[in-house]
């Protein structure tokens, strides 16, 4: 009898797996074992061995990693329809520890649905009226360019890294839109921030095996960085939320009128109560994770990439001096460049774009949840599917760059010199979930690298010795730590 019991219980396990096994998968890179799936076949560097699957199994393939089925995206064609097409059934986030304990399942980044929808509506509309994208958001970032000028004109041509410098002018305009305030780079304040989060983009690429085995985090000896990644995450939250300095914002229903995000999102928070509203993603929870995301997310890749950019004017000095030579032509030394003069330097645009290509600050976009069964280059990906695109597939993509290993900012101009927009270049994302800060970010890099490109030659620390190119990979590609010495042009 107990025979037969057993027989019948493995055979319900056999059809429940047989039944809930994905129809028409795309293919994998091997064989999943137990427990592990794919993730014994990953070799070296994992952003490598995603390209070496991509060029074996073509631009849609499937892993398992742990107890989770993903399926990876390549190329623009497919990555664009699937967040074009299928935008909709792709708004969720998969339930996993990050989202789960970096993110909360709160905020910008980690809601899903329509509470995404709400916040991203809310956040778009606030920071459009605080000056995204027009002079009044230039202004700010002028005032945060002429220290960065100041500063390192201090430092009279000794070799000085520029990073932690850029990084606290970053911080300071988006502390400007969020809370109104600003920090020096000897703010004990900042200086912490800014050390959490370097430190917090190191410890998501070393924890990243969490996401797929949760119970590592109670590995003894904290091998995972389980526990001090969430100390510093505990941290921000409470640096955030002293920074929003809830009772002593001014907060008054009937004026539209805000000074910064802090002020317009305790506003909006007071307004539902008095409306009764209950269903609802504007509350104190979201308002310190979605500032939290614009600021870790913000930061991070502004910072990197202007830093990557003079790392890659010292490398290549005649690009350098072709950019002064553009900036003298067009705008001269007698002030400071402003955002109305981009279209007449097409080789600082080419070339920042170039390094946003080239440097590819973040590899991997963030996974969604397929919430239904998506029909996608001939293969379906099953409801309950984490997906996830390969950002450097399309900027690495050789057919859309022809020689995507070489820094060559010419490739975004044409034979008269202007600026060529190529739909491949997606450093921020694609379709309605991209980068929230994508005109922030713009105007920034911009600003700041017109700014320097005026002022300074970039040298080498040591004459013949120039810095590698070759970047530190985590969950964010860093440039590895240089020093310049920046000559200033206008003495």
Known sequence: MWGAVVVFVVSLIILSWWRSRPRNPPPSP???????????????????????????????????????????LNGYDLISEAHLKHHESLLERPNNFSHEEIFQYSGIISLGGDKWKEQRSFLQSTLRALGMGRNIMAERIKGETDYLLTTIDAAQGEPLDISNLVMVCVTNVICGVTFSKRFNQEDKTIVYWLGFLRRLFQLLGSSAAINFFPILKYMPGDKFNYAELSSILRNMRETIWGWIDKDNRKINVSDQAFENLAQAFLTEIERKKRDGVTRTSLDEANLISSTLSLFNAGTETTTNTIVFAVLYMVNFPQMQSKLHQEMEDAVGTDRTPNISDKNKLPFLSAFIMET????????????????????????????????????????????????????????????????????????????????????????????????????????????????????????????????????????
């Not at 976009?365 to 293969?379: C, E, F, S, V």
């Open 30 to 72: 091997g064989l999943a074992l137990p427990i592990v799936g794919h993730l014994h076949l990953f070799k070296g560097n994992p952003i490598d061995q995603l390209h070496a699957w991509k060029k074996r199994l073509g631009n849609i393939y499937s892993i398992q990693m742990g107890p989770f089925r993903c399926v990876m």
């Open 356 to 491: 946003q290509r080239f440097a590819g600050v973040v590899p991997l976009g963030i996974d969604r949840l397929a919430t239904k069964d998506i029909h996608l280059g001939g293969y379906t990906i099953s409801q309950g599917t984490s997906v996830m695109v390969n950002l450097d597939s399309v900027l690495r993509d050789e057919s859309a760059w022809g020689d995507p290993d070489i820094f060559r900012p010419d490739r975004f101009l044409d034979a008269d010199g202007s600026v060529i927009v190529k739909k491949e270049l997606i450093p921020f994302g694609i379709g309605k979930r991209n980068c929230l800060g994508e005109g922030l970010a713009s105007m920034e890099i911009f600003l700041f690298l017109a700014a320097l490109v005026q002022k300074f030659e970039f040298l080498p620390e040591k004459d013949d010795e120039l810095p590698t190119m070759k970047p530190n990979v985590g969950f964010s590609r860093i440039a590895q730590p240089f020093k310049v010495r920046a000559i200033s042009r206008l003495k």
